[in-house]
């Protein structure tokens, strides 16, 4: 029987990506008024240093993968002494950005009703700076009190010694079917994959469930028990 329900939150409760091309654009003006020299750094410039960093520091925490995809910027148009700063502005405005998903307030206060919720990211999406404060019993951060990253099993160790039921009482929610389905999964726990884009499900993975919208959630997971 699942008594708990546990969230990813970007792309899953968050639309982030909006909220992740305001803060760069922000910082694309900031760099403009700082240095002509800016004039040629291109929007598209700064999400390639992102995709560039991301690469190598893929276990890092994201707060840090931001600031060298920040400073890789920065260098492009000789203002890396100015990265705190710029740091400082991109995450001001991407968290003030950053909200749920239309479907999804409505659609946790119906689970609420029957279930307990958690949150649990590998991102540094705060609950309370994203429009998703007193939603949750629980939440959980990557490289926080030392917790490793999705896919690593003591990730989702952590979240069932956080739900206090045993593994298989607890679903997850997630868009990655790599991180959210297959690693909850191998850890004991049941996942629902959240397939807002409808694309093709890869053969050989078989999550509990597939939703297009949180809105499905709550006939869902009455069906799994």
């Known amino acids: 029987m699942l008594t708990t329900v546990v969230f990813d939150a970007d792309e899953t409760l968050l639309d982030l990506r909006p909220a992740v091309t305001g803060g760069l654009v922000a910082v694309l003006e900031e760099m403009r008024r700082l240095t002509p020299a800016a004039a040629g750094v291109s929007l598209a410039d700064l999400e390639s240093d992102w995709g ?4 190598a520091l893929s276990a890092a925490p994201v707060m840090e993968i931001r600031r060298a995809a920040l400073a890789r910027s920065l260098a492009r148009a000789g203002l890396d002494a100015h990265l705190d ?7 001001a405005r991407r968290f003030a950005l950053t909200r749920p ?23 540094n999406s705060r ?13 959980l951060y990557a ?18 010694e956080a739900a206090g039921v045993p593994a298989a009482q607890v ?5 990655s079917l790599d991180h959210d389905v297959v690693a909850a999964q ?6 629902v994959w959240l397939n807002r884009l409808g694309v093709p499900r890869p053969r050989g993975v078989v999550p509990d469930a597939e939703v297009s919208s949180v809105a499905q959630l709550p006939a869902v997971l009455a069906g799994l028990g």
Not at 52 to 55: L, S, T, Y
Not at 134 to 139: H, I, P, S, T
């Open 186 to 191: 191998r850890a004991g726990l049941r996942a």
């Open 52 to 55: 560039e960093v991301f690469g």
């Open 127 to 139: 609950a309370e700076r994203c429009g998703l404060a007193g939603e949750f019993a629980f939440e």
């Open 171 to 175: 679903v997850y929610v997630g868009d």
């Open 143 to 160: 490289h926080e009190n030392g917790l490793p990253k999705k896919p690593a099993p003591a990730f989702y160790a952590a979240v069932v």
């Open 101 to 123: 998903f239309p479907d999804v307030l409505p659609a946790l206060a119906a689970l609420r009703e029957r279930w307990t919720l958690g949150f649990a990211t590998n991102g």
């Open 85 to 91: 700063d710029i740091a400082a502005l991109f995450f």
